[in-house]
């Protein structure tokens, strides 16, 4: 009886333990994994971005970085509605809003010109916590 128990309790366990990595690890990781890609974007595309004066911009670059924000954007949204309750409620508050961060990459692949895009651009490191000083 009692090497059945033991038998029992590891089969438990060791399910209880898969569903934990797969259904709540792996979406938190893959919201953490996208976050990084949008930073890493916003950092290596940054020179994309700022529009000033005769800062001339290679079209295959700004291309990239439309591109970029756009498939960002939809994982972002993808990834949020496979978050578990209880990390959507701590990213709640730490007021932190993928969905408003996701319509703010749309807007930055739109954008054109410096200052919309710099509008776009602050908003989205409020909505992602992401430091200000990244990307400037």
Known sequence: MGEFLIFF???V???VGYLI???????????????DRVVADIVFYANAIMVEGDAIVVPEMRQARTESNRRNSAELVACYLRLPWFYKRLLSTRIE???????ELIGLANSSKGDNA???LVNLKHYLKIPSEVGN
């Open 97 to 103: 809003d993928p969905i408003s961060a996701a319509r």
């Open 21 to 35: 990595a797969t259904f709540w690890m792996r979406p938190i990781l893959r919201y953490l994994d996208i976050k």
């Open 9 to 11: 309790i590891g089969i």
């Open 118 to 120: 710099d509008r776009h």
């Open 13 to 15: 366990a060791g399910a």
